[in-house]
């Protein structure tokens, strides 16, 4: 209980350093993925301070995975992408297969964590790489951080060309539907006068 208390203030003042880790690992040996109060652990802090060297170490030696959620449902992966950590986010997605599509508690997807960091290129990589589609709260959370910022002129043209999709689709399915319509109607018709 005191080790888990010490590892969570140590990432609260930032200090990385796997040595002091190292130190505590003994002391943890009957709990070896400490939670906080939030059902948060040492991967947790570790990815959304962006500290790699930490994160491979408490992968390599401690029974945890970045998919772990926590109370809420948020993942390492999800403190990842709010680092905006492309080394991070592909470590976790590529190498090792985490869900790209894990959302929390309150519906938020790592394309709304990635947005907060405004790192286009990693913003572009979970939209093509994993399709993610942007939401509404995804552009707001842009906007709130840079109302001007490429991340936000980004995710408003996939959003808008996902609609125009949306609307094209649905004039399609309607010109198809209009054409199978008339094409019974004349069947019917066609049938009424050989019967006749």
């Known amino acids: 209980r005191k080790g888990t208390w010490l590892f969570m203030r140590m990432f609260e003042m930032e200090i990385r350093s796997i040595d002091i880790y190292q130190y505590l690992e003994l002391n943890i040996t009957s709990n070896p993925v400490p939670k906080d109060r939030s ?4 991967l947790h802090y570790a990815s959304r301070s962006d ?3 930490m994160v ?3 992968i390599e030696t401690f029974p945890c995975t970045p998919d772990d959620p926590d109370n809420n449902g948020y993942t390492s992966v999800h403190g990842a992408c709010e680092a905006g950590s492309m080394e991070l986010v592909r470590y976790f997605l590529i190498d090792l297969k985490c869900n790209a599509l894990a959302e929390t508690k309150d519906l938020k997807t790592m394309l709304y964590f990635a947005s907060m960091s405004s790192n286009l ?3 572009r990589f979970l939209v093509k790489k994993f399709s993610l589609k942007p939401r509404p709260n995804d552009i707001e959370t842009a906007q709130s951080v840079n109302p001007d910022s490429s991340v936000v002129k980004y995710l408003q043209k996939v959003y808008t060309d996902i609609i125009f999709d949306m609307m094209e689709e649905e004039k399609r399915m309607k010109e ?4 199978e319509y008339e094409q019974q109607e004349q069947t019917k018709t066609q049938r009424k006068d050989i019967t006749s």
């Open 176 to 179: 198809i539907f209009h054409e």
């Open 56 to 58: 491979r170490y408490l």
């Open 121 to 123: 290129e990693l913003v």
């Open 51 to 53: 500290n790699i060297r």
């Open 39 to 42: 059902g948060r652990t040492p």
